[in-house]
């Protein structure tokens, strides 16, 4: 599936886990925020939101890719690093998990007219979590709320293009015999609760001219060598410039995050920046093993690609 080449992607994280101003800086690639320079602190928190800026023959749109666990830190750091939301020209959904959509129904309340909200259709089935702790949702994203609030829906099960720029991959192809679904996540389908095989969970795949693929997932339930995998087998574009986003490698144990370490090996990436639900000690893992190209995702962390 063709995608077109961009002149630049830039990547600002909104919403995640860590803030830290002490992560270290790649000068015109990946810049941190200086906290004193901005007009308000930012709020970390369990969730994920980016502020996407595509650039192609001459014109720029914006997405929003996750809308955080809630309101709070979203609009926060929205204002604190002194975003208009009436620029954004849609909204991307990676999965139906609350701490990625917690904030969208606020979104829609400040913006003026519609707003293109895309995701894929099994986003609707609700969602639970079984912990050591005990049993937490179920959660369901509601359609109505959605669209009273003025958004313009993209339900899509299959791959599909963003603004005609970007490709949200669809249903994820399983290439990989080490990533499997987690025991702990469940959805309901017609009132039968059954493991989540996370089909509603898909990569947005851009594509810069002369760099390669930029890859961003929110959890990567499907697993991410799975994810970049599929991007590359839909576009045909090989080079990867950079992986970003949840990896939720910890939780699947030190064998996931061993062979998740290889596989990100033979894809090769420029730039690997990962966060929000990655856990901390697979986080230490891929710091040693790719000492030249990886960083941590921190609020305010600011990726660009080209241009």
């Keep these: ?31 941190r925020v200086v906290p004193g320079r901005l007009k308000k602190p930012l709020v ?16 720029t749109s914006r997405l929003l890719l996750d809308a955080a666990n809630s309101p709070l830190p979203l609009m926060n750091n929205i204002e604190a ?9 849609a909204v991307v959904l990676s999965h139906g998990h609350p701490d990625h959509y917690g904030g969208l129904v606020e979104i829609l309340s400040r913006r003026q007219g519609k707003l ?29 709320a959605l669209v009273q609030g ?18 949200l991959t669809g249903t994820v192809e399983a290439s990989t ?37 930029v890859i961003l997932g929110g959890c990567s339930h499907p697993g991410i060598v799975n994810m970049v995998k599929y991007a590359q087998k839909l576009t045909g574009v090989q080079e990867i410039a950079a992986i970003i986003g949840g990896f939720h490698l910890t939780a699947g144990g030190p064998d996931l995050i061993r062979s998740t370490i290889q596989g990100l090996k033979e894809l090769n990436p420029k730039i690997l920046l990962a966060g929000h639900c990655t856990g ?14 990886f960083m941590v995702s921190c609020v305010g962390t600011k990726v660009m690609i080209g241009g």
């Design 1 to 31: 599936m063709q995608i077109p080449a961009l002149k630049s992607v830039t990547v600002e994280v909104l919403v995640d886990n860590f803030f830290d101003v002490f992560e270290p800086s790649r000068p015109g690639v990946v810049e």
């Design 81 to 89: 690093l002194e975003h208009n939301l009436e620029e954004v020209d």
């Design 116 to 144: 293109p909200v895309y995701f894929h259709k099994d986003c609707y089935h609700p969602k639970l979590l079984i912990t050591p702790r005990g049993r937490i949702g179920p959660w369901k994203l509601d359609r109505e």
């Design 177 to 213: 015999p080490y990533e499997t679904p987690l025991p702990g996540p469940k959805r309901v389908i017609a009132g039968v609760e059954e493991n989540d095989p996370f089909t509603d969970e898909q990569a947005l795949v851009a594509h810069v001219q002369g760099q390669g693929l």
């Design 44 to 59: 970390a928190a369990h969730g994920l939101a980016f502020w996407i800026t595509l650039e192609k023959d001459g014109a």
């Design 280 to 293: 901390f000690k697979a986080l230490t893992q891929l710091a040693l093993a790719f000492p030249d190209t």
């Design 150 to 167: 003025g958004a313009e829906m993209h339900e899509n099960s299959g791959p599909a293009l963003v603004l005609d720029q970007v490709l």
